[in-house]
């Protein structure tokens, strides 16, 4: 099956949630800096996915993977630093790096495939 819109595409699906999952848990913390970076870093995530895709070219999508790649370990890790600072619990982490890794190995598969 061709995707045809970046919509269609596992890994900006499940980073969208994601995204939603980080807003919703970091909504009321008072480290703006802190909120406002693991936000902007989750949101990267699907618009990179979608910018890619939408250049019409496998180059520069696979490009615009890897960013996405990249602000998925960005997440990743300041998921491991809220945790440090106690801004959120050891299940709350784990489960959401656990999503993190998943989105990771779907993209790190659609890059070998675009390949």
Known sequence: MK??????????QKSQDLAVDIYKLFNELKDYSFKDQVCRASVSISNNIAEGFERYSN???????F?????????KSMLYLAYRLKYIDLKTRDDLIKK?????RIIKGFIRSIK
């Open 3 to 12: 995707i045809e819109r970046f919509e269609d595409v596992l890994s900006w």
């Open 67 to 75: 960013i996405s790649n990249g602000s998925t370990a960005e997440v």
């Open 100 to 104: 993190c890794e998943e989105i990771s």
């Open 59 to 65: 180059k520069e999508l696979v490009r615009f993977l």
